[in-house]
């Protein structure tokens, strides 16, 4: 099992930023690869960005390239999203998850992921 513990949530001014973080405990070793994911009010959940922990370019998806960064610290196992020049549809609950199986490391197919953390809310004003 894994555990993922979101923080870094908030409100924000557009052209804001503001940095997520993800803190995993368990077993870590089993992850293939963790990203983030979010979801707005009356819209399905869509992969914001995913990396392979042992490795590899981040992905993105296009409404945040540019302006949201991935990154890991290992020795913290420890998640983070930079997210940068903010627009009030990034507004969302965003979620940090795992998974064990590399076969739905991908953005899209989140609801293969298995493990998956209570969220944190992000809102942003105009």
């Known amino acids: 099992q894994v555990q993922l513990v979101e923080s870094g949530g908030g409100s924000v001014q557009a052209g804001g930023s503001l940095r997520l973080s993800c803190a995993a405990s368990?077993?870590?070793?089993?992850?293939?690869?963790m990203g983030w994911f979010r979801q707005a009010p009356g819209k399905e959940r869509e992969g914001v960005g995913i990396l392979y922990i042992r490795g590899g370019t981040p992905y993105y998806a296009d409404s945040v390239k540019g302006r949201f960064t991935i990154s890991q610290d290992n020795a913290k196992n420890t998640l983070y999203l930079q997210m940068n020049s903010l627009k009030p549809e990034d507004s969302a609950m965003y979620y940090c998850?795992?998974?064990?199986?590399?076969?739905?490391?991908?953005?899209?197919?989140?609801?293969?992921?298995?493990?998956w953390g209570q969220g944190t809310q992000v809102t942003v004003s105009s």
């Open positions: 368990g077993y870590t070793a089993s992850t293939a690869c």
């Open positions: 998850a795992a998974v064990a199986d590399s076969r739905w490391c991908s953005l899209r197919r989140w609801n293969g992921w298995n493990y």
